[in-house]
């Protein structure tokens, strides 16, 4: 649910019953807790880590924690390099805080996932390891344990730890003291004006930490608003470049200022890595090169709580198909099945990454989707799928076609017979453009929020970054291309059914001289016209396959 849905009265609503829960969880937990004044000392004092007392590696380290912890600063960016122990800061100043006095803590990150894995893999076991959590506040079985989500403490101190999914829907009416925000640069900036209502109230603080990815980000304007401070090692202080515009005292933090990265080590990664990945993870800097189409919220943004439908069998209704093969290792192959409703919204009933690794296992099982979701087109990939295309066009004729990306913007589409069957020659940036701006940035997809884990459909997409070109006819060209990595099997099986679909309404691929290949397709339009087809006999010969 977006910010505009909801009124004043709603809000008014939720944090009363916020309230409520926290005066409840307060009500039993008045214990006084004693701790040293300053951070470092009672970092160095209680906290054990892989069963050794804690050391600060750096003098930088320590101001950054006395500056996080100074209740006078009231916002504090880091912009870091990838493994330089700000994620242990977050959990340590959020340890510290809520035993200093009692206040209303929240940590969140983008999505469930990384706020598991930081409560589970950071704060449980600083706690665990610290031998801190005789401070947590007893359940009524009176066994005292941290978990997943919200955690009471003796002194009155409450942590809720929530996704930033949906513009920090889950932290709407929250009256925060301290507000902790990892991995942001995968936040949309217009969904802050949230956690600033949420401290509104409390005036309280907040801590935002982020690796820079690309340049134009909202990430990036929020950095330059800060006062974009550096470590000056001759002066072993943070000096800051200029004034802060927007109030946050801001870090910049490379491995270059790290004493256990030697130079060594980052001259061979300099050797090694692409200039994206050695500027981002290892300078802490943003790239130039390319701008990102997509953020989490672009995505999250069009689920809907509607299940997944098992077919469409009994009904009249035409869906188009496309898969996406893996290559193996973490891609997988993707099916997507797209039907247009009444109101022209393009809904995604049906899509599912198949953990089947057997070639011949995922050809049955999108045979059976073609044949139960009243397929009319099917546009499938034929990069890992030539084998693949040549058996479901032996099942169903033309009314499987084949997807081969090409870099050709002055014939983006094109129909002809391949060795690999009756292949639509696509280019690549056309297609996925079309995606972008018809589907998504228009609203037009609906997506049916059918697993308890989606985050790999949302990263297929915000894996996503444009550089743009130019073609040797002097053309601009946005030239996609994905994060390292990470699989994007989900949009390319979603970018195929909408061709199916473009064609099916005729939008592409006119059967004309130049390109006569599609008027010699022909349309299954109903359940009943199947029974010519050889996959409906094999069927009928084999029953209960599906």
């Known amino acids: 649910m977006s910010s505009a849905n909801y009124t004043i009265s709603s809000l008014e609503r939720t944090f009363k019953n916020i309230q409520k829960e926290i005066e409840f969880l307060r009500k039993d937990n008045k214990q006084v807790v004693t701790v040293e004044p300053d951070v470092v000392e009672w970092t160095e004092k209680h906290r054990i880590i892989n069963r050794q007392p804690w050391e600060f590696p750096s003098e930088w380290h320590k101001q950054l924690y006395r500056m996080s912890a100074d209740d006078s600063i009231k916002r504090v960016m880091f912009v870091k390099g990838r ?77 809720y730890c929530v996704s930033a999914w949906g513009a920090f829907d889950a932290l709407r009416g929250i009256p925060a003291d301290l507000i902790v925000v990892d991995e942001v640069q995968s936040i949309q900036s217009d969904a802050f004006p949230v956690l600033e209502e949420n401290l509104s109230f409390t005036k309280g603080k907040m801590i935002v930490i982020g690796s820079p990815l690309l340049a134009g980000q909202p990430f990036e304007t929020m950095w ?22 927007n109030g946050y005292r801001g870090f910049h933090i490379s491995q270059r200022i790290a004493p256990w990265i030697t130079d060594a080590e980052i001259k061979k990664k300099r ?41 469409l069998q009994g009904l009249t209704t035409e869906s188009y198909l496309g898969a996406d093969w893996g290559s193996g290792g973490n891609a997988f192959s993707v099916v997507s099945i797209l ?21 011949t296992v995922q050809l049955m099982k999108i045979k059976q989707m073609i044949v139960k979701f009243n397929s009319r087109l099917a546009f499938v990939d034929t990069g890992y799928g030539a084998w693949q295309l040549q058996e479901l066009q032996k099942a169903f004729g033309n ?4 997807v081969y990306y090409t870099r050709r913007p002055e014939k983006p589409f094109e129909v002809k017979m391949t060795d690999f069957g009756v292949t639509a020659i696509t280019d ?49 060209y946005r030239d996609w291309s994905k994060a390292r990595g990470t699989p994007d099997d989900a949009l390319h099986s979603i970018a195929y059914a909408y061709l199916a679909l473009l064609q099916g309404e005729g939008r592409i691929f006119p059967a004309n001289e130049e390109n006569n290949m599609m008027s010699d397709v022909q349309f299954i339009s109903h359940r009943n016209d199947f029974v010519n087809t050889p996959y409906y006999r094999e069927l009928n010969s084999r029953r209960g396959v599906y």
Request: net charge positive; glycine share 4%.
């Open 224 to 245: 330059k608003l800060s006062d974009m401070s550096e470590w000056d090692k001759a002066e072993r202080d943070w000096l800051p470049k200029k004034d802060a515009e």
């Open 271 to 311: 050797r090694t890595y692409d200039e994206q990945r050695f500027l981002n993870e290892v300078e802490g800097q943003f790239f130039a090169g390319g701008s990102v189409p997509y953020l989490p919220d672009d995505i999250t943004s069009l689920f809907v709580n509607e299940s997944l439908l098992p077919d």
């Open 428 to 476: 690549r940036t056309h297609l996925l453009d079309r995606v972008e701006r018809e589907l998504v940035k228009n609203k037009a997809l609906i997506i049916r929020k059918g697993y308890q884990n989606v985050d790999w459909l949302v990263d297929a997409f915000t894996c996503q970054s444009i550089d743009v070109q130019q073609t040797q006819f002097g053309r601009t």
């Open 399 to 402: 009314r499987v076609l084949g």
């Open 83 to 159: 493994q330089l122990q700000i994620t242990e800061l977050a959990a340590n100043i959020l340890i510290y805080s809520m035993l200093r006095k009692p206040i209303t803590a929240v940590y969140t990150s983008p999505r469930y996932d990384q706020v598991n894995r930081f409560s589970k893999d950071r704060l449980r076991k600083a706690l665990k390891e610290s031998k801190l959590t005789n401070y947590l506040a007893p359940s009524e079985t009176g066994r005292r344990m941290f978990s997943v989500g919200r955690n009471a403490f003796v002194n009155g101190s409450i942590l």
């Open 339 to 359: 039907v247009k409703r009444p109101n022209g919204k393009i809904d995604l009933v049906y899509y599912e990454r198949m953990e089947e690794r057997d070639l």
